[in-house]
Structure formats: C-alpha cells, structure tokens
C-alpha cells in the first residue's frame, strides 16, 4: 500500500521528504515487531516513548515513522500533533474500516462488563450469528480463543482484530471497554453501534484523579457514539437508570437511548424478583413486551447484568423469547460466583469481586441465601488503588462472619504492606494469612453443613503475580484439591 494514499485519511501532517513512492506493508507501534516495509507511529505512552526506538525501527526495516516531533534525521518523518489519533486513524483505513462492517456493542461500567458480554453473546450465538467477544478474560472470534494484554486492547490490535473478526464471517462483537482505554484513546475509529452502561463505583483511582475524572472517562463511549441519525444504521445506548450517574450519561450522547433498572422507572425492568440458591427468576417488563424470566444466575447483580443484556439485545432487533431462553440455559462466566464443588455440605464460590461495590453485592447475595456463616477470603492487588483496600476490609468485615485477609496479586509490593493497607483500621474479629493457600484452607477447614466460603478477588486468573512472576494459581483448583483432601481423610 502506498504511504501517501493511507495518510489520506489524515487532514494535516507534514513531511521531511517526497513520501510519493513509498510502500508500507504493515502499521506497528512497537519497535521489536517491525517488518521491512513497516510504518512505525511512534507512541508516549505511561512508562516508555516510542520516540525513543525510532533507530532501532530503521535498523529491522521500516519504510517510514510517524512522530509528534522533528526527529532531525535523514529518514522518511511524518509529523502529526497527535500520533495516538492518527494511529487510530490510520489502523482503521489500513484495515477498511472493519467495525462499519460488524455490528458493534461496548460495555462499560465498573462492575458486570464481563458477565454482561458474556450474556450477548449467548444471546446471539441462540440467533444462530458468528460473535466475537473482546475482555478481561480472553478474546474470542467464531470460537478460536486469543489472550489479551489489557481488557481492552490497543488501537491497532482492535483493528487487526476487528478485520479478523470479518475474516472469519463475525456478524457481532461485543467488547469490554475499560475507561483506561476510553482515556487513552484505544478504542478511537471504533464505530459503536451499541453502548452499554452498568454501573460506577471506586475503582482506578491511581490512574483517574477522582471519580469525576473517571466518570468523564467512561462518558467518552457515549460521547464518541456518534452524532447523525442515520436510521439505516441506527446506534443506541442502554443505562442502568437506577445509578446515581445516570443523568449525566445520557446526556453525553445524542443517540437514543434505552434505560433500565429495578428500583427508578425505565424502559425495561424487572419485576417480582425472586432470588434463591439456584438462581433468580423474575417478570422482565420491555418496550416490545414481558416475558416470564428464570436463570440460574444468582443476586441482584446478576438481574442488573441481565437486565443491561436484555436492552442491548432488543435495541439489536433480537427477540424477548430468544432472551428468555438464553438466560434459561445460560452457565455464566467462569470466575463470576463460579461454584465449586466436590460433594461437600457447604458452599464454595470463587469470585473476581475486587472492589468494594463487587464485593458487597456478592456478600448481599450470599446473604439472601446462606443459613450458616459467610466466611471470605480476601486480598487486593499490589501497585494499585490503595485508597479501596480499607473498603474493601470494611465490606468483609460488615457481611461476613469469619475474616481471612491475604495476599492477592502483589505485584511489585510488599503482601505485608497491603495486608497493613487493608487491616489498621479494623477493630473486630478476623484473621491475616498472607499465604492464599493456607488462608483459602483455613476457612474451608472451618465450614460445615450450611456456610458459604467466598474466596474473592481473583476469579478466573490461573496465576498469582509476585515482583513481576506470575506462578500457576488458580482459585477454582486450589479450593478443589483442598475439598477433595478434606473429604479423603473424613472417608
């Protein structure tokens, strides 16, 4: 492709030299992926500038480089103001513009994003549609699973990704977007047809100045969702109503949009709710009618986060019926008040609640059900907000009956300084183990017929990471192999 005919799509840049008859054959970002013929847009990002290898992008070959300043040598330079926008920009011609193809939906919110794109894609694949699904967890096109760096990733791999999705016959994708990428601009040139808001609550506060800077990072999806009102292709966004941010998201978009909630009137609601041990069950009130609705999802976060689906799904043109039988048959997310058993007589879920709103709503849920104690296994994460780690031990202490502070992903910290982080305040009953092994022991060996064993925090993951190694631990397994021991030396 020639470099002038893709600058096209950038309104001003300069150039240190004729640009006529270059070639490219790719786009990076990433000096130690270069290819002869490569473009390679220099980024500033957190903890290193891409201004800094543009040398070692000109030793493996690349064509030209795209920089915000005078480089000063004897080489192919675009100039741009911004090279994040114009990376963006430039992924999306060089990939043809990939999500005007695919119908499009982003979910954001501190809680539920997860489950949420989880539920839609249930939902569509019922429609018998190819779906995609970009998140926290993985990356999945027509059922070939990639990992993910970031919940989101950056502009170019979305791009790359999205002209994939088309590859493989993807009618559908549906994507987490965290407010980092919403901030950063990761997802610039994606062209939303659906945005979805769950809800706010403290998190990312050693990134966003304050939960108004981070409310304003999340208002960027709806903001970005478009300002025409081409009815062939009409965009929507569907808002928990019931969130005290509300207002102000539905105001930063143009499009129209849908609400729903439990407690404020919206357009879609769920009434007569019924929650217990097996799931939920409730009357689901829409524009386009109501439907009876049972679903082995437990908790009031689960009718929110099915409730967020049932919107998304219905502004695409998907039936109420297809909906009720999706969230029927739906097994959920692994890692989301994910189960785990091994013929014991009390309960052991494994959760990725890792703020404090996450980790009251799946103790309030535990709560509607448990007829014993509620016994919680709890850390947070190293070289992040540590403004929620007393929070968080102020939720476990306030819903739980037995305490097990412990170590999380520590990263570069010290579990002994988190630990400390999370526990001077308290007064009251509970125990630190820094050890996640020995404290998700403790409060198995401690439960009996009826009790509830929460180990949080974690969720999916399969590895604990500690100064920078990541060592195989997954919660689900651990607490497996303990329950399997226990009932081996009780036989």
């Known amino acids: 492709m020639k470099l002038k005919e893709l600058l096209e799509i950038v309104p001003f840049y300069k150039t240190n030299q004729s640009i006529d008859t270059i070639t490219i054959t790719g786009v990076t970002m990433d000096s130690r992926t270069v290819s002869p013929g490569d473009l390679f847009v220099c980024i500033r990002g957190a903890e290193t500038d891409g201004h800094a290898y543009v040398t070692s992008a000109i030793d493996q070959g690349a064509s030209a480089i795209v920089a915000e300043e005078d480089l000063n040598i004897e080489f192919p330079i675009v100039t741009v ?26 979910v954001t919110g501190t809680n539920g994003k997860t489950t949420v794109t989880y539920l839609l894609d249930e939902i569509f694949r019922l ?15 027509a059922g070939d699973v990639y990992p993910v760096k970031n919940t989101t990733p950056d502009a170019l791999s979305l791009q790359s990704s999205f002209r994939k999705m088309i590859d493989r016959g993807v009618e559908t994708a549906i994507m987490e977007v965290s407010s980092h990428a ?56 569907v808002i928990n109503i019931d969130s005290p941010v509300a207002a102000k998201l539905v105001r930063s978009t143009a499009k129209p949009t849908l609400t729903y909630g439990i407690h404020e009137q919206a357009d879609i609601m769920a009434k007569n709710i019924d929650l217990h041990e097996k799931g939920a069950s409730y009357t689901l009130e829409t524009p386009k009618g109501t439907v009876m609705i049972t679903s082995p999802l437990m908790g009031m976060f689960s009718v929110y986060n099915m409730l967020a689906a049932a919107g998304a799904a219905l502004a695409a043109g998907v039936s109420l019926q297809t909906i009720q039988q999706s969230f029927a048959q739906t097994e959920g997310v692994r890692g989301r008040f994910e189960p785990v058993l091994a013929g014991q007589e009390f309960g052991v879920v494994v959760d990725y609640a890792h703020t404090p709103d996450s980790l009251e709503n799946v103790l309030k849920t535990m709560k509607e059900f448990c007829s014993g104690h509620i016994r919680v296994v709890v850390g947070c994460g ?48 509970f125990e630190v183990e820094t050890d996640r092994k020995q404290a998700i022991e403790q409060a198995i060996l401690h439960s009996s017929d009826g009790d509830m064993v929460l180990i949080a925090g974690k969720g999916h993951e399969t590895y604990q990471e500690i100064n920078g190694v990541r060592y195989d631990f997954d919660d689900r397994e651990v607490a497996r192999d303990i329950l399997l021991k226990v009932k081996g030396s009780h036989s």
């Open 382 to 429: 190293g070289d992040r907000d540590r403004t929620k780690r007393s929070l968080m031990a102020d939720v476990a202490m306030r819903y739980g009956d037995h305490i097990i502070f412990t170590s999380d992903n520590p990263r570069t910290e010290e579990p002994e300084r988190i630990l400390y982080d999370m526990t001077a305040h308290l007064d009251g009953n």
């Open 127 to 141: 429609e018998q549609q190819t779906t995609a699904t970009i998140g926290t967890i993985q990356m999945n096109i």
């Open 182 to 237: 919403l901030d950063q601009g990761r997802v610039y040139g994606c062209d939303f047809d659906i945005a979805i808001f769950t809800n706010l609550s403290q998190d990312h506060l050693d990134y966003h100045e304050d939960m108004e800077d981070y409310l304003r990072a999340k208002s960027l999806l709806f903001a970005q969702l478009g300002n025409g009102y081409n009815v062939e292709r009409e965009k929507f966004a």
């Open 81 to 106: 103001n911004d090279t994040t926008k114009v990376l963006a920009m430039l992924a999306a011609a060089y990939y043809e513009y990939p999500t005007e193809s695919v119908y499009t939906i982003g």
